[in-house]
């Protein structure tokens, strides 16, 4: 069984560095000038940096969802019902796990790294603070307490994020009524924009209903300038995951002074 899970896991790194030269391929023969060497460098050290993290951390992870377990107020039978549920629940708090990334000053300085790059293409979609996972498994506490199987929110959660690894492109245009549905490379392209009117819009993970609902839907109607307002961050790795903090930090001290 080992074998086999280090074989599905070696198919699906060939697969996604297959798409990652598909699309360098595609930006050279277009002049779209999505990929820079330093930028990528730095993209790939940082989701090694990563994949560290979370061998790290999993124990924590798991302890808290196994803590809040034993307090659930139900206890549901495994089917695809159930799993359909759990999807759509998880999704939901993705989308205010995202927006609380974005406007609450704390939270943004684990999530800066990811928009930091001003280039856009898939390799950014690996772009993520080493630390993000002390925060986010607290946003699905809610559907641990409801009593949704805890291995099917931790599924749901991991095909949310695959599923957002497919965003980050600008090899893929509108898709039609899907935007008004889906996440789309569109919707996604927006969120990841420092223009005005793209600021905080666009938080769905595999769904844009919520913004829809909630209002902070955006359609690509410009183009996008990737990266943030404040500028360039660098190519540092290093630098890059702890940007956020290093200002959260200072900006606390100048509230202060």
């Given at each position: 069984?080992?074998?086999?899970?280090?074989?599905?896991?070696?198919?699906a790194?060939?697969?996604?560095?297959?798409?990652?030269?598909?699309?360098?391929?595609?930006?050279?023969?277009?002049?779209?000038?999505?990929?820079n060497?330093n930028?990528?460098?730095?993209?790939?050290?940082?989701?090694?940096?990563f994949?560290?993290?979370?061998?790290?951390?999993?124990?924590?992870?798991?302890?808290?969802?196994?803590f809040?377990?034993?307090?659930?107020?139900?206890?549901?039978?495994?089917?695809?019902?159930?799993?359909?549920?759990?999807?759509?629940?998880?999704?939901?708090?993705?989308?205010?796990?995202?927006?609380?990334?974005?406007?609450?000053?704390?939270?943004?300085?684990?999530?800066?790294?990811?928009?930091?790059s001003?280039?856009?293409?898939?390799?950014?979609?690996?772009r993520?603070?080493?630390?993000?996972?002390?925060?986010?498994?607290?946003?699905?506490?809610?559907?641990?307490?409801?009593?949704?199987?805890?291995?099917?929110?931790?599924i749901c959660?991991?095909?949310?994020?695959?599923?957002?690894?497919?965003?980050?492109?600008?090899?893929?245009g509108?898709?039609?009524?899907?935007?008004?549905?889906?996440?789309?490379?569109?919707?996604?392209?927006?969120?990841?924009?420092?223009?005005?009117?793209?600021?905080?819009?666009?938080?769905?993970?595999?769904?844009?209903?919520?913004?829809?609902?909630?209002?902070?839907?955006?359609?690509?109607?410009?183009?996008?300038k990737?990266?943030?307002?404040?500028?360039?961050?660098?190519?540092?790795?290093?630098?890059?995951?702890?940007?956020?903090?290093?200002?959260?930090?200072?900006?606390?001290?100048?509230?202060?002074?």
């Open positions: 069984m080992e074998f086999e899970f280090g074989q599905y896991k070696l198919y790194l060939i697969f996604i560095f297959g798409l990652i030269t598909a699309e360098i391929i595609w930006s050279w023969r277009n002049d779209k000038k999505a990929y060497v930028d990528t460098l730095a993209n790939l050290s940082i989701f090694a940096g994949q560290l993290s979370k061998y790290l951390f999993a124990g924590y992870q798991l302890w808290i969802y196994n809040f377990y034993q307090f659930r107020l139900f206890t549901f039978e495994k089917s695809a019902l159930i799993f359909f549920i759990t999807f759509i629940s998880v999704d939901f708090c993705y989308y205010w796990f995202h927006r609380c990334s974005h406007v609450v000053k704390f939270f943004w300085a684990f999530h800066l790294v990811h928009h930091s001003q280039q856009y293409n898939l390799t950014v979609s690996y993520l603070n080493w630390l993000g996972v002390l925060i986010s498994p607290l946003f699905y506490i809610p559907l641990v307490l409801i009593g949704l199987p805890l291995d099917f929110i931790v959660y991991s095909l949310n994020l695959l599923y957002q690894f497919f965003l980050h492109t600008e090899a893929i509108k898709l039609g009524f899907l935007e008004n549905i889906i996440d789309t490379p569109s919707n996604h392209r927006v969120h990841h924009g420092s223009n005005g009117i793209y600021i905080d819009k666009n938080f769905g993970g595999t769904l844009i209903i919520w913004d829809k609902i909630f209002g902070t839907y955006e359609p690509e109607n410009e183009k996008v990737f990266g943030v307002d404040t500028g360039f961050a660098g190519y540092n790795p290093f630098v890059l995951v702890f940007k956020g903090f290093v200002d959260f930090a200072r900006n606390k001290m100048n509230s202060k002074g």
